[in-house]
């Protein structure tokens, strides 16, 4: 989860600033997904308010062209939410005291399938943070790390689906302990941050899927996947993948995880697979132009739009307005929708009142909160305010993707 930045859930933070920022029917014993056509979803919205349509097909697929003479480098991005032996939401979220759990199964998980990577024929395994749970540090620990892999760092602050630059120094992608969409029923499903829905031309779509059409731009497979059930069957858009299920959702907050030596196996042996079938993975490439959509779902809200000019808003029975735009540039897409998402996540702000309503001394909090943001205004239109200055880092910063 994130504003930008926050795509893995980090709850209390969210809620108390108002910042924007997973066996399908027919899995095998294995746990692996099951297949399907492998075509991106037809696009069965309507056409927006300016009657732009979207294409017959979210995506096409094309064959992996790679060259294997200098070696296989996979690049494993994780989240936190689709972790084996997980089944409580405070292990992904950096301010809770379970959080230290967390970040044990999510390093488990991510050397069992990098084990696999190299067992399947890879030569350099990358790891990248996706997840955004608060911590200044990686979620993966350093000391827990397989030594082989190397964790992506930056000087400069990066978007983790779209800003990686080094796209022709990997041959393919891996992603770790993913969540599956919104409103599909998995474990914490969501997609980007809290109450929201993404639509590539029509289709709902998953962060595993995202991320699959970031990379297409590059010719670059997504080839592993992680998560639990409601996950797999949300990536039957993907039949290539190596799906490994590690739990099975029984609601957005509970899960009933498979016993963890076994998913960790499993994990290890599907890593080694998709390197192993590379050739045979598939390529997204998004169809153009293309029609974006963002959906709020409570606490998310985007009702605030309607009515605005120049603002493609539909609103269904079950949600809090969505805004489509058509751009023809994946890149345009995602940064719209990202601040989009800026201002739905802006609805949050409904909890936290309705929390502090509870509290003995919500009356008195709301109050304050008011007379703050008139002095603030007060003081801005007389010339007598300041933001204050950034801090500066003693040393340069790493940075290690979304916090």
């Not at 097909?57 to 294997?68: G, K, M, T």
């Not at 190299?118 to 000391?143: I, K, M």
């Not at 609103?315 to 809090?320: F, N, P, Q, S, Y």
Request: with cysteine; proline share 5%; glycine share 10%.
């Amino acid at each position: 989860m994130r504003t930008r930045t926050v795509t893995s859930c980090t709850l209390t933070f969210l809620l108390l600033s108002g910042a924007a920022g997973c066996a399908p029917e027919g899995a095998d014993a294995t746990g692996q997904g099951g297949r399907s056509s492998g075509q991106g979803g037809a696009a069965d919205q309507p056409a927006g308010l300016d009657g732009a349509q979207s294409p017959a097909e979210a995506w096409r697929l094309e064959d992996v062209r790679f060259d294997a003479s200098d070696g296989i480098s996979v690049l494993v991005l994780h989240d936190m939410e689709g972790l084996s032996g997980q089944d409580d939401w405070r292990t992904f979220d950096h301010e809770m005291p379970q959080y230290a759990r967390g970040q044990e199964l999510l390093a488990a998980d991510v050397n069992a399938v990098v084990e696999g990577l190299f067992a399947g024929g890879a030569t350099e395994v990358h790891v990248v943070d996706g997840h955004g749970s608060g911590n200044p540090e990686p979620d993966v620990r350093g000391d827990l790390l397989d030594a082989r892999a190397r964790q992506v760092f930056r000087d400069e602050p990066f978007d983790t689906y779209f800003d990686l630059p080094e796209t022709s120094s990997y041959d393919a992608v891996a992603v770790v302990g993913m969540h599956s969409k919104t409103g599909s029923g998995g474990f914490a499903a969501h997609t980007f941050t809290l109450g929201i829905e993404l639509r590539i031309n029509g289709q709902p779509i998953t962060e595993t899927e995202l991320v699959a059409l970031s990379w297409g731009r590059a010719g670059v497979p997504v080839i592993f996947g992680s998560g639990d059930d409601r996950l797999a069957a949300d990536l039957q858009t993907m039949p290539w993948i190596e799906f490994v299920t590690v739990k099975r959702a029984t609601s957005a907050s509970t899960a009933e995880p498979l016993q963890v030596e076994d998913a960790r196996a499993a994990l290890t042996e599907g890593a080694r697979r998709a390197v192993e079938n590379l050739a045979s993975a598939r390529v997204i490439k998004v169809s153009t132009p293309i029609r974006a959509t963002l959906r709020a779902v409570p606490p998310a809200n985007l009702t605030m739009l309607e009515g605005v000019p120049g603002l493609d808003y539909e609103r269904g029975a079950d949600d809090r307005g969505a805004v489509s735009f058509t751009t023809d540039d994946l890149r345009a897409a995602y940064d719209g929708l990202t601040a989009l998402v800026g201002v739905a996540t802006g609805g949050y702000t409904s909890v936290l009142r309705e929390v502090l309503r509870t509290h003995p001394a919500g009356d008195s909090l709301i109050f304050a909160y008011g007379v703050a943001v008139m002095e603030r205004w007060l003081d801005v239109e007389s010339d007598r305010w300041q933001p204050d200055a950034e801090p500066t880092a003693a040393v340069p910063a790493r940075h290690h993707g979304y916090r």
